[in-house]
């Protein structure tokens, strides 16, 4: 069964108006569990809002959502948030972390309020950390990291609580060549050691290339490559 499933998805923005913008036309695809999929798409192609869509933050026009089978169309809104946190991993451009509290801070505290222990929620996060290179940065805050750390800590803070899916938005996209190369291998070694379904949209072909399957966004339709 696909993790994420989306079906003939229809998406557009001020419907009806002088500035109507119809960005997505019967977009489908489906990701197996355990698959990595790159989204290859210009900017302005509608990534963002499709991401948005599987990922629950945003409603489709037309079409079928389903995570793990189940279909997320006609969920009250207090369920489609809970099955979001309990679905959905995002990683965006920017990293978001809280600017006040550490790294090790950032990656309990979602853990904190989906019910998870401390001293659990605690160890999990050093594992975390130690995974992606960044173990000795526990105690700083994220003005006290480098570009790469954040964003090693926002996937941290992403898989916190062992989501079954990750959306990511361009996640190296803020990051110098050389640092957004490795950062984004820490990402899929992160991704493949925890078996993880991904979906993640980059400009970038070479790192599209160490997925599973790179499809394109052409026209308000998902194609493959
Ligand atoms: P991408 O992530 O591929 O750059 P987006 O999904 O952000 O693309 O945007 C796709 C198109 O939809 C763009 O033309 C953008 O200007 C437009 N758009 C996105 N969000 C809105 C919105 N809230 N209102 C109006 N237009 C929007
Ligand atoms: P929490 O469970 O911590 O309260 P939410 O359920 O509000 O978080 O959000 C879950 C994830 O979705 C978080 O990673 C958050 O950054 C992201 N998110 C929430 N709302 C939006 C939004 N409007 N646009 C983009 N991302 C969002």
Partial sequence: EAV???DGIEKGYNRGKPSEVIVLRGASIAVARGEV???VAPSGAGKSTLLHIAGLLDTADGGRVAHGGR???GL???ARTEARRADVGFIYQFHHLLPEFSALENIVLPQLANGVSASVAEARARDLLAR??????????PAQLSGGEQQRVAFCRALANQPKLLLA???TGNLDPATSDQVFGALMDLVRETGLSALIATHN???AAQMD?????DQGRIVGL
Avoid at 132 to 141: D, N
Avoid at 213 to 217: E, N
Wanted: charged share 30%; proline share 3%; hydrophobic share 50%.
């Fill in 71 to 73: 279909d997320m169309g």
């Fill in 4 to 6: 994420l499933a989306l």
């Fill in 76 to 78: 009250s809104d207090r």
């Fill in 169 to 171: 938005d361009e996640p």
């Fill in 213 to 217: 399957r790179v499809v394109r966004l």
């Fill in 205 to 207: 072909l070479d790192l």
């Fill in 37 to 39: 999929v790159a989204l």
């Fill in 132 to 141: 992606v290179g960044v173990a000795g940065r526990a105690a700083h805050r």
